[in-house]
């Protein structure tokens, strides 16, 4: 099966301008997750979806983040304005479980964001 | 709250054996969970223990002790391509969702 796809890479863009990141999970999983990992920090949860519902976006680090995930299928994560600070790679994952035990993710490779 | 506590690097040599350690705090516990990340990668799944004891899945083996708060997770016969960061991950739910908490994480050096 395809594993979970993001788009793009790499993006290189000037504080105040706007990114869009996408993410296309394994079909049939429910579950689709964004994190993020800052050079040489921990990987930080930023939002879970379950379908099209976003069931926890506390992780989500202020209103300049927006993620949709419209039908149900590939998630998209805007950053706008970005700032410095956004700089790191977002990570997608997806997941089949239905409850919290043995939720095995399946991550992408990442978006990495550089923000000069 | 959750808080989880690796050492940030650890060296050891090709072909030897290698145990990295995770205590943690978290509300509701549902095991441990594993995963492995090279650098430029994917964090990708290693094992998860729902219950006490020890998991083994050919060289890596990962142990989990709750009246502890305590996991570990050992490399056996390390080879290069080991060298990578390792992440306990302890599943977490709250406000109706569950995901994965990751700590900093451990990076393995194997050296020859």
């Known amino acids: 099966e395809a594993g979970v796809t993001q788009f793009p890479s790499h993006s290189v863009i000037e504080k105040g301008q706007t990114v869009t990141l996408r993410c296309d999970p394994i079909?049939?999983?429910?579950?689709l997750y964004w994190y993020r990992r800052v050079m040489g920090k921990e990987i930080k949860f930023l939002l879970h979806?379950?379908?099209?519902?976003?069931?926890?976006e506390s992780g989500m680090p202020n209103n300049r983040f927006l993620a949709e995930r419209t039908g149900g299928t590939y998630s998209t994560l805007k950053v706008q304005p970005a700032e410095l600070e956004d700089s790191g790679v977002y990570f997608c994952?997806?997941?089949?479980?239905?409850?919290?035990?043995?939720?095995?993710?399946?991550f992408g490779a990442g978006s990495r964001l550089t923000v000069l | 709250g959750q808080s989880l506590e690796q050492p940030s690097e650890v060296t050891a040599v090709e072909g030897a054996i290698v145990q990295i350690n995770c205590t943690y705090q978290?509300?509701?516990?549902?095991?441990l969970s594993w995963y492995q990340q090279h650098d430029g990668g994917a964090p990708t799944f290693l094992s998860y223990?729902?219950?006490?004891g020890l998991e083994e899945t050919g060289r890596f083996s990962s142990f989990l002790s709750r009246s502890d708060s305590y996991g570990y997770l050992l490399l056996q016969e390390l080879q290069m391509k080991d060298s990578a960061s390792y992440f306990c991950?302890?599943?977490?739910?709250?406000?109706?969702?569950?995901?994965?908490?990751f700590g900093k994480g451990t990076k393995l050096s194997v050296i020859p």
């Open positions: 994952a997806s997941s089949q479980a239905r409850s919290p035990g043995a939720n095995v993710l399946t």
């Open positions: 079909s049939g999983h429910d579950n």
């Open positions: 979806f379950v379908k099209e519902s976003k069931q926890d």
């Open positions: 978290t509300s509701g516990f549902y095991g």
């Open positions: 223990n729902g219950l006490d």
């Open positions: 991950a302890p599943p977490y739910s709250g406000a109706g969702s569950y995901q994965l908490t």
